[in-house]
């Protein structure tokens, strides 16, 4: 897997609705559907994959877990912006999980298009001062009844991150995902890594993968991504 990913995790069982939702969010934007709207599986018939490379793609998964639906983007810093969106067309929950190294990590945590709750396990790592870094402690109140998890559980997760920063993010981001219901393998994916890893392992490790979509958007004119 690649050094740094990211995933946007929906809390729906409605993966058509992401879907459509993703296509409107890019179409918005100006990117038009590109190749086949319906690939199902992208390691295996990539002769379906648009010619070149001046192509946007984004991965959609099937439902997952408790009802889930998890999304990846080629472009990690259009993470936010795809997040933020399906929050708020969707009306849904959404947690923006992010990996680096494989030893720190964090999420963003968005309700209706607003940022509800942010967290890093080492807020220094991201924030330039200790006011921006207070923005990063996590709040386990603001995901309890978004996530139907207890407080007490979420506060435990966060506690154990905290302790954990800088070290392998295995263990942490397991407990955070067990209290929310969202399959582990999801926490650690992102849209390289269906082009670098043994497609086998999504059948097997990553429930609702086999259902995934990709979708492929045509770049406007002098833009490749949403954060342009």
């Known amino acids: ?33 590109a190749g086949d709207e319906a690939l199902a599986a992208v390691m295996e018939d990539e002769d379906r994959l648009p010619e070149g490379e ?10 997952a877990g408790t ?4 999304v990846c983007v080629a472009d990690w810093q259009d993470s936010g912006a795809l997040a933020r969106g399906l929050s708020e067309r969707l009306h849904a929950p959404v947690l923006e999980l992010w990996v680096a190294e494989n030893v720190h990590w964090g999420y963003t945590y968005f309700e209706n298009g ?7 396990d080492d807020p220094s790592a991201v924030a330039e001062t200790p006011a921006e870094a207070a923005e990063y402690v996590g709040k386990a109140e603001a995901l309890a009844s978004a996530l139907d998890a207890p407080v007490r559980d979420l506060q435990e997760a966060l506690r154990q991150a905290r302790a954990n920063a800088g070290r392998l993010a295995a263990g942490p981001v397991d407990a955070l995902a067990r209290v929310a ?5 999801h926490a650690f994916i992102g849209y390289e890594s269906f082009f670098e890893d043994d497609p086998e392992d999504y059948e097997s ?7 995934f979509r990709h979708l492929t958007f045509a770049h406007p004119a002098g833009r490749e991504s949403l954060a342009e």
């Open 205 to 211: 490790e990553l429930e609702g993968w086999p259902q």
């Open 67 to 70: 009802g889930w639906v998890s």
């Open 1 to 33: 897997m690649s050094a740094y990913h990211i995933g946007v995790h929906v809390r729906t069982g409605d993966a058509a609705a992401v879907r459509r939702e993703v296509a409107a969010l890019f179409a918005a934007q100006g990117f038009r559907p």
């Open 54 to 63: 001046d192509w946007y793609g984004v991965v959609v998964s099937g439902v």
């Open 181 to 185: 219901g969202l399959p582990f393998g």
């Open 114 to 120: 607003q940022v509800v709750d942010r967290f890093a």
